[in-house]
């Protein structure tokens, strides 16, 4: 087994995989948005995922 930190490339298998485990995971949490099982939609979810890992960017701001 494999394990690297998720990126856009992952797209298409990352869809694949919850496409296959889709009754699995609807039988304990609810169930995603109909948009999600598309490319677009997976492809989003990565970019905002990497979005919010980015380190903060300061404001110059000092609360001292």
């Known amino acids: 087994m ?3 930190s998720i990126a856009e490339k992952h797209v298409l298998s990352l869809l694949e995989f919850e496409r296959s485990n889709k ?8 169930p ?6 598309s ?3 997976v ?14 960017k300061s404001l110059g701001l000092c609360a001292c």
């Open 43 to 56: 492809g989003y979810h990565i970019s905002e995922l990497l979005y919010l890992q980015q380190p903060k």
């Open 32 to 37: 995603r948005e109909a948009a999600f099982y």
């Open 23 to 30: 009754a699995y995971f609807e039988s304990s949490i609810a």
């Open 2 to 4: 494999h394990f690297e």
């Open 39 to 41: 490319l677009d939609g």
